[in-house]
């Protein structure tokens, strides 16, 4: 008779894994020697060919062969040459604290699925929402999957709070219109979350941002102020700190005294800048955060954390009311009366990994503070890294960078604004085809061209000013490569 497959969990999992682990990790040695690089060089339809191939072979060897071109395939943040998205190298400790999840495999919709889980993630919500702010025994929150589903949860609140919960939205009066305004540098997920919760996209008002991208307080007091002349409802401002190209922080105080004035909930996305609250140097910056009505954090990002490691926080537990549900499978009232405690009532998903262990090892691992000496390292890093853009006359800075985030762009030496366009894109490509270095794009607000810019997006701690020297090096050879191929 045939022994069905080891399972990871019971007395004899460690035992089952431990030999798979051995396997895993030399596959990912393997894997990143062969890349040896921030990415593979290869080009998408090659890389297409290679994964047909490994996954039509022998089962046999199908965790290390797999394992090998998944490390192989991948755009490694760790590599000092992997800078273009908000895509964080994680902590050694944050990887080995997921693994015991993984092996468990609890879920927090109930208190029977994960016990020491369940207060886990209630202790450090705690703790998260004294970070930003907020009142201990009034806050309330819950992990998420990012920034997309904490700004959805944000503007679903706000919706149903100004509203009224279960309203039927297409049949509201024209003089009640619902209305968003978020800045142009917003999110894009503020107009996707305005479209699911059946608002539509239009229904966001867009605010002018300065040149760093940063919301202009007047301007959003003049949006408000025009959306009710026009018989608008403002059911939320959204204000970001830390947008997604610059970094830039909106006017937290202001955002706030304007969405009191006008009965409007304030949704901070720190999905990005969050991570300064870890720092007391840059914590400053966020100055007004606990005045939120709801905030989102993602540690996946300025936290070191294994995705997802997303955090959404209301300052006061009562307006999570319109979430609150009761399956009698999950949470029945007597359970609840009896002391189990129920989290489903605070999530928009049902089956729920604890995504809360690992930070909570990694802050009683590092503390705070040990958190914060790695922002400040990444702060640092990108002041370096805007100098040597100064230094080299081939780049040009956009501005000065808020976090850890660094816009620039080529320079060619046509000033052509259609021609430093194609140059910036095409010398990206090309560093990328040649597995090189992975550099982000953007393009500022705007019509017209001379809008395209690359971004270095600089979250490795580990990564010194010489190696961002080098990119840079790399950046201005390609584009000058580029500016001499024809179009």
């Known amino acids: 008779m045939t022994l069905p497959p080891a399972l990871s969990g019971g007395t004899a999992g460690p035992g089952a894994l431990r030999p798979l682990l051995a396997r895993v990790l030399d596959a990912l040695a393997a894997g990143a020697a062969r890349r040896a690089g921030p ?46 998205h908000l895509h964080a190298p994680p902590l050694a400790v944050a990887v080995a604290a997921d693994l015991a999840v993984s092996a468990l495999n609890p879920s927090q919709d109930s208190w029977d699925q994960a016990p020491a889980a369940t207060a886990l993630e209630t202790a450090l919500l705690a703790e998260l929402a004294a970070l930003v702010g907020h009142l201990p025994g009034q806050a309330a929150g819950v992990f998420t999957g990012g920034g997309t589903e904490s700004n959805l949860m944000g503007l679903m609140l706000a919706r149903d709070r100004v509203l009224g919960g279960g309203v039927e939205l297409h049949g509201l009066p024209a003089g009640r219109a619902p209305r968003i305004v978020a800045s142009e540098a917003a999110h894009f997920s503020v107009q996707r979350a305005a479209a699911l919760l059946g608002l539509g996209e239009r229904a966001v008002l867009t605010v002018p ?44 105080h202001r955002a706030a005294d304007l969405a009191a004035q006008y009965g409007a909930w304030l949704h901070v996305d720190a999905a990005y800048g969050g991570g300064a609250l870890l720092s007391d140097r840059l914590a400053p910056l966020l100055d007004g955060i606990g005045r939120a009505d709801s905030v989102a954090l993602d540690f996946h990002k300025l936290g070191w954390q294994p995705a997802a490691a997303g955090v959404f926080l209301v300052r006061r537990a ?29 999530s928009l998903r049902t089956t729920r990994r604890p995504d809360a262990f690992k930070l909570a090892v990694t802050l009683a691992t590092l503390g705070r503070a040990g958190l914060g000496a790695l922002v400040d390292a990444c702060h640092r890093l990108a002041a370096d890294a805007a100098d040597a853009v100064r230094a080299e006359p081939a780049l040009e800075l ?20 259609a021609a430093a366009d194609r140059v910036n894109a095409v010398l990206r490509r090309d560093l990328l085809a040649a597995g090189t270095a992975v550099v982000g794009r953007t393009e500022l607000p705007g019509t017209g061209p001379g809008r395209v810019r690359l971004k270095l997006t600089l979250l490795n701690p580990h990564t010194t000013p010489d190696e961002v020297g080098r990119l840079l090096g790399a950046v201005v050879a390609a584009g000058r490569r580029a500016e001499a191929r024809p179009d």
Do not use: K, W
């Open 318 to 346: 009562e307006t999570y009311a319109s979430l609150t549900r009761r399956a009698a499978y999950l949470n029945p009232a007597d359970d609840e009366e009896a002391g189990y405690p129920s989290l489903l009532g605070l």
């Open 209 to 252: 941002v300065d040149r760093t991208l940063r919301m202009d307080g007047d301007a959003l007091a003049t949006t408000l102020a025009r959306a009710v002349r026009d018989g608008a409802t403002p059911i939320a401002v959204v204000a970001t700190a830390g947008t997604t190209d610059t970094g830039a922080i909106d006017p937290l």
């Open 398 to 417: 956009h501005t000065p960078p808020v976090l850890t985030t660094v816009v620039f762009r080529y320079r060619p030496a046509a000033a052509d604004p």
């Open 39 to 84: 990415v593979p060089a290869v080009r998408p339809r090659d890389l297409d060919g290679q994964v047909r191939a490994a996954l039509a072979g022998p089962g046999r060897d199908a965790l290390d062969r797999l394992t090998e071109l998944l490390a192989h395939g991948a755009a490694d943040p760790a590599d000092p040459g992997c800078a273009a």
